[in-house]
């Protein structure tokens, strides 16, 4: 268990990634439709109030991304 103040799902597809998160001190329900690049998901993820952890449905589509979230230091 990590000290996120923000949790986010995705839902990846090829061509769009359904995103939400919450905010763990307000409460806040954040949700967006991402285009699905790992620029753009990574961005929104970085601009929630951190830190943030993600997870997602796996599945193929998911792979590269959960990686570029890794190395972008995204747990």
């Known amino acids: 268990m990590g000290v996120e103040r923000t949790s986010v799902g995705l839902d990846v597809h090829a061509r769009s ?14 949700k ?3 285009v699905p690049t790992t620029d753009t998901v990574i961005e929104w993820v970085r601009g929630l ?4 952890a993600v997870t997602y449905e796996a599945g193929p ?4 991304l959960a990686r570029a979230l890794a190395t972008a230091g995204i747990r």
């Not at 109030?49 to 943030?52: I, K, M, Q, S």
């Not at 589509?61 to 590269?64: A, E, K, M, R, W």
Request: glycine share 20%; hydrophobic share 45%.
């Open 17 to 30: 990634v359904s995103a939400a998160a919450i905010d763990g001190v307000t409460g806040e329900l954040i």
């Open 32 to 34: 967006k439709r991402l």
């Open 49 to 52: 109030p951190g830190p943030a």
């Open 61 to 64: 589509t998911g792979f590269g």
